[in-house]
């Protein structure tokens, strides 16, 4: 039972060595082989300083004067301007 014991935690100590010896192996990647460089996004105009105006790619869902495009969720035209 002694010897049988002995054998076990010898061979632990050995897996357990093993084990540390495997992960500490240096597999580092370069930056380069994750960084994604293509398709490059088009340069967008960001529109007049101070937000005066919406950027060149914006969807302008309310141009702050005119409801036309909006209805009331009844179905009625909207109220407020």
Request: proline share 11%.
């Amino acid at each position: 039972m002694t010897n049988y014991r002995s054998f076990s935690v010898v061979l632990f100590i050995f897996m357990l060595l093993l084990a540390t010896a495997c992960q500490s192996q240096d597999n580092q990647m370069e930056p380069e082989e994750t960084e994604v460089w293509e398709p490059v996004p088009e340069k967008i105009d960001p529109g007049t300083p101070y937000y005066k105006e919406p950027p060149a790619d914006a969807i302008v869902l309310f141009g702050g004067d005119d409801l036309s495009a909006w209805e009331h969720p009844d179905g009625s035209a909207p109220s407020g301007l």
